[in-house]
């Protein structure tokens, strides 16, 4: 990958990383002043298509790093990611999202 090309992939991962904080923060905020009992926690198994130790490693620290979601594991193959979100009420739909913002640029630094 050229310079200017990896430059410009990193950028396009600090912005959606940005993007995706500030969403998450407000969604975080909302859930948390929100009325009592409305939270559907839920631990996600995010299956991975990046296959490499750094881009699995980028991938679990973006997701520790926006409000409402931490990640707990990696399985021992590398293929899927243990994610806790403070809420999920379609769990599939929140897997999607970690895979089209997230991962995807993951994907375009580390392949």
């Given at each position: 990958m050229s310079t200017i090309r990896?430059?410009?992939a990193w950028a396009r991962v600090i912005g959606t990383f940005l993007v995706e904080l500030?969403?998450?923060t407000?969604?975080?905020?909302?859930a948390v002043l929100g009325r009592p009992g409305r939270l559907q926690p839920a631990i996600l198994a995010v299956p991975l298509d990046v296959r490499s130790a750094a881009g699995v490693t980028l991938?679990?620290?973006m997701?520790?790093?926006?409000p409402g979601t931490t990640s707990l594991?990696?399985?021992?193959?590398g293929r899927t990611l243990f994610v806790h979100c403070l809420d999920a009420p379609d769990q599939e739909a929140a897997?999607?999202?970690v895979k089209a913002s997230l991962e995807a640029r993951a994907k375009e630094v580390f392949g």
């Open positions: 990896a430059a410009a500030a969403k998450s407000m969604a975080t905020i909302k991938v679990a620290n997701v520790t790093l926006t594991e990696v399985s021992a193959d897997i999607r999202a």
